[in-house]
């Protein structure tokens, strides 16, 4: 799995970008003066669940690496916009995989899924020099084949994304994108996500 | 695939349900008289493109027999709801496999499908009973895995997603489960749908 | 203040709408089979968080009889359809107006508000008579006049302008517009909005 | 009307910004090669109709000196994020008011505005010193009186913004507002929006 951040709000007109744009747009409810201190300000208003504000400030993530299986239930959040690497149009004659840990974990485990995989590149191939599309070859292609998508959530999208997905009860893979997203996006924002930083990542420096 | 209505907005407060609820609405914005013929004035709005009035009805499809390759596309339409059958908690060890027609066609591309599925439902019971947990196993099943999947829509969003899906540039699978839906709200809104029936779907009665 | 439900989404394939097809919903995820409860179940989905599921149901209001006021905070929920009498098409020169609580109990309030409102209508009037649209003389029109406007929202949506607008923090006239809409839906689907109804209105049967 | 962008997506992957991000995101579905020509590209996919790819670069206007007709007009757009100043918490008794071009064209009109607007302050501060306060107050100001919003749109959204609100049929001061956000957001983008430049603007350079 890779994560890498490409585009975040640029707050033009002031500093402290992206949240003091927050603190700008939040200011603006009010026709209240800054005081200088926007990460408290934007932080008080999302503890009181005042959460609209944070909408303004967005960021996107080109994501690879990751499971077909994670990219259908990632795409159902639908607060967000998404553009995907499309099967339909790449060639996957030599795709990567996506390994569970609870396979690798399981040596007979392996020897079923790498045999079983090393006839899905076969059976793709095969289909390929029959003529048949790769739009209608796809068909063959397991959910662990890796994807690509770039995606692009505000911040109150991410936080309600980071407070289902972050949780034990998430399945593995789509948690530990989130967790990776929320670490990142955590540097840019500290003010908005510090306290889901705590909840789920509080441990890892420790 | 099979495509059935399972709900529908049931217009309480009129007749001609749904597309007297439609001019109901309309007719608000004006605070004009109904004339006795909803399906006049609603047709007369669509042309215009004033398509909001349509968002107030909705109709639900229970889906199944699709393939995932093209569920995955289908929940990228965001306005909508869905609720789909999960690999993680069904017991996929008896999958049904969506075929594309053009493989159908090819009786030597029939021959590596076939042993290609075989394949797959014995790798997917292996790892069963070495005890890989169903969200795990799951990843070995290919898109052409069936899948049943709850989808409701709002007459404007279907509109939308008949104008992209019904398209001949379309994937077969999303573009036939598409053409489809547009038969079934057709005749329940014919005022609101007829246009892209005629255009998509016109051709089939001769 | 006039809330009338005129519409709602009618489950066709079962019984007991529209309760009913959130249940089919919520058993199509999990292939599992309904057991003739489908209040008890989807209350524990609800309860749960397990909210999508509720999506498929929604129910139009029509509103009448609330202040522009209050219908441009309505209309900042997104997640819903709206069809608003429009002040560009709809001859204002006898408007009614919402008049605040703390208004009418404050005699020389009242003397100021009439005086002030009578004064609305005659400016009206001239600016019409001297040739001003009526979409340029709405201008003069204040945040009490009256309007009317079609709202249909899913059944999600509604428990979250609920949360949000019914509680005792909230703005008077979204208030009571909110638990006035609570009292109405509780009485189609109490299995998804008796929580609400039990902290917002509980006190009322007592 | 003062209308002023105070943040925009910052692609810190690549060059270009924002246009580079939008390229970057469309070659991801096909993972094609940058030809360095981003621009290029990306106008190419919006006249092919594939705009989702333009949701990745949003922008924020501080907007003031609009009238809350025309603020509520512009909140029924959905796809957006909005942070208006508050007549509930903000005092209003030194109110601005946007006064329409036909009715500073005809000085008996005029004389009728003026005389009312007078009225209007008086009112208001006459409830506030009876002790009404200010979110009950407020009910006597007109739709004339001037707001301040916070507005962040995607490209796409801003497209069908412009593209409904843009036409001459559209009501004076939104289509003023619209065209004035298209003209600075073409400075930004000209290859997602000169389009819609070259038609609502193009004159005006002439």
Known sequence: MHVEIIAVTNYTAGEGAPVGLLEHAGRACYQSESRGQPGKFVQARVREGHESIIEHASVTFDISGISRACSHQLVRHRIASYSQESQRYVDMSAPEFVIPPSVVGNPDAVAVWDEFMAGVTGAYQRLRQLGVRKEDARFLLPNATATRIIVTMNFRSLRHF?????????????????????????????????????????????
């Open 162 to 206: 980071f407070s289902v997905r972050g949780e034990k009860a998430a399945q593995w893979e789509i948690r530990a994108l989130a967790l990776e997203m929320l670490r990142q996006v955590h540097q840019l924002a500290p003010a908005v996500f510090a306290d889901q930083y705590e909840r789920y990542l509080g441990q890892e420096g420790k």
